[in-house]
């Protein structure tokens, strides 16, 4: 990757600085409406990246029309606008975190339980699905703070001066990639929670390639091999937005699975991986214009 000039991360990120102090101005409605407007144009100008969503939802969903499958790609960037103008609105504190989810009571409870119950530390594993910056907020919010796995961003002026104070707001902690297997570990050993998203390619090295929507890809074998060392609760997460900022807390049944039908430790942890991403299916499936399919999740380029 190429390394940006210093000029350029400065210009996005006083961009990005301008681009959230309009947010804090605007009516929340309009806020909406320019982020819809902003995604449709890029639905209409960018014509590789839109061919590169439709193609992924023709695979996925093969026995949908292509009428359907047309007016899905274009809902995925509609619903991307949201997701971008609730965390704009988010970070201007203009949207409560806890009147976002519309299952509050709920959502407290079964985190108590966890909390309670969960004394080898837990992984929290779900996708770029909806607003996935919520989930980790307001666990940490509600007395979960959680080692936070993320992939260093392009601009790191960004990264350290917004993205990152963003998401420590509760007493989350960030850690990349590079250094994720350490930092994991010593979440769990003290009993900790570890936040992971396991929906994008990842190099041969460090995962496997097995069947996500029918079509193999490069997946992380991190939460296999973390369950295999300290056997941490497994615990499917995701907030589908119900209407514009309003969301509902799903907190799946804990992912026991550790393939104890096959003796080699590589098979075990392949099919683990693959019981994961499984889990991750269940959850788009239900809503799938909320998922991420602009990303080009099948290429196995590494």
């Known amino acids: 990757m190429t390394k940006k000039s210093k000029f350029l991360v400065q210009l996005e ?5 301008i681009l959230i102090g309009i947010t804090a101005l605007m009516p929340r409605s309009l ?14 100008l960018l014509k590789r990246r839109r061919e590169v969503t439709y193609d992924n939802l023709r695979h996925a969903f093969p ?12 809902e995925v960037y509609v619903e991307l606008s949201i997701t971008i103008s609730d965390i704009l609105l988010m970070l201007t504190a203009r949207l409560d975190m806890d009147e976002m989810v519309e299952n509050y009571e709920e959502a407290l409870a079964k985190l108590e339980v966890l909390k309670s119950e969960s004394h080898q530390g837990v ?5 770029h699905f909806s607003n996935w910056e919520l989930p980790p907020l307001f666990a940490s ?7 936070v796995i993320g992939r260093r961003g392009d601009n790191l002026l960004i990264d350290q001066k917004i993205v990152i104070p963003f998401r420590a707001k509760y007493g989350n902690q960030t850690a990349y990639k590079k250094k994720a297997g ?3 570990m010593r979440t769990l050993k003290r009993g900790g929670t570890v936040g992971l998203l396991i929906d994008q390619k990842v190099n041969k090295e460090n995962g496997f390639l097995v069947s996500f929507f029918g079509r193999e890809a490069f997946t992380t074998h991190a939460v296999a ?10 615990i499917p997460i995701s907030m589908p937005r119900i209407a514009k900022g309003k969301y ?3 907190i799946d049944d804990e992912i026991v699975y550790q393939a104890d039908e096959v003796a080699d430790e590589d098979e075990k942890l392949l099919k683990m991986t693959e019981r994961y991403n499984q889990a991750l299916e269940k959850i788009i499936k239900a809503h799938p214009a909320q998922w991420f399919w602009v990303h080009d999740r099948w290429n196995k380029r590494v």
């Not at 990120?13 to 600085?17: G, I, L």
């Not at 026995?63 to 274009?74: A, F, N, V």
């Not at 919010?141 to 080692?147: A, D, I, N």
């Open 13 to 17: 990120y006083f961009s990005v600085r």
């Open 225 to 234: 091999m973390m369950k295999r060392k300290s056997n941490p609760t497994i």
């Open 182 to 184: 350490i930092s994991m």
């Open 123 to 127: 992984i929290f594993m779900g996708a």
């Open 31 to 44: 806020v909406y409406g320019m982020m819809k407007g902003v995604a449709l144009l890029f639905y209409h």
């Open 248 to 250: 509902r807390l799903e």
């Open 63 to 74: 026995d949908m029309q292509k009428e359907g499958l047309q007016k899905l790609t274009r």
């Open 141 to 147: 919010k509600h007395g979960f703070p959680m080692t």
